[in-house]
């Protein structure tokens, strides 16, 4: 799979909600690809970034949906967001 060209979640400022628009499932196992769809990794989803670890910052929480999440940054850096999108509002 080409390197993913949007941001990355460990690049999110702490708050920040951006839409998941792509997740590198060749770089996880797929038992690992599939408990990440379990708990809502989808593209199209939104995703905050809620706390980082100290010294390093692994783990990292995430919120999805309504569960709070914690990421490795190695499985973080497979799951490339971008800013959400405005709709369009009805007139």
Same mark, same amino acid.
């Given at each position: 799979?080409?390197?993913?060209?949007?941001?990355?979640?460990?690049?999110?400022?702490?708050?920040?909600?951006?839409?998941?628009?792509?997740?590198?499932?060749?770089?996880?196992?797929?038992?690992?690809?599939?408990?990440?769809?379990?708990?809502?990794?989808?593209?199209?989803?939104?995703?905050?970034?809620?706390?980082?670890?100290?010294?390093?910052?692994?783990?990292?929480?995430?919120?999805?949906?309504?569960?709070?999440?914690?990421?490795?940054?190695?499985?973080?850096?497979?799951?490339?967001? +971008?800013?959400?999108?405005?709709?369009? +509002?009805?007139?």
């Amino acid at each position: 799979m080409p390197r993913l060209t949007n941001l990355l979640i460990e690049h999110l400022a702490r708050g920040q909600v951006m839409t998941i628009t792509a997740i590198d499932r060749d770089g996880l196992d797929p038992k690992t690809a599939e408990r990440l769809h379990e708990l809502g990794f989808d593209e199209g989803v939104d995703i905050e970034l809620l706390h980082r670890a100290p010294l390093g910052g692994d783990p990292l929480a995430v919120k999805v949906g309504n569960m709070t999440v914690a990421l490795r940054k190695a499985m973080a850096r497979l799951i490339e967001v +971008a800013p959400l999108t405005t709709s369009i +509002a009805a007139e």
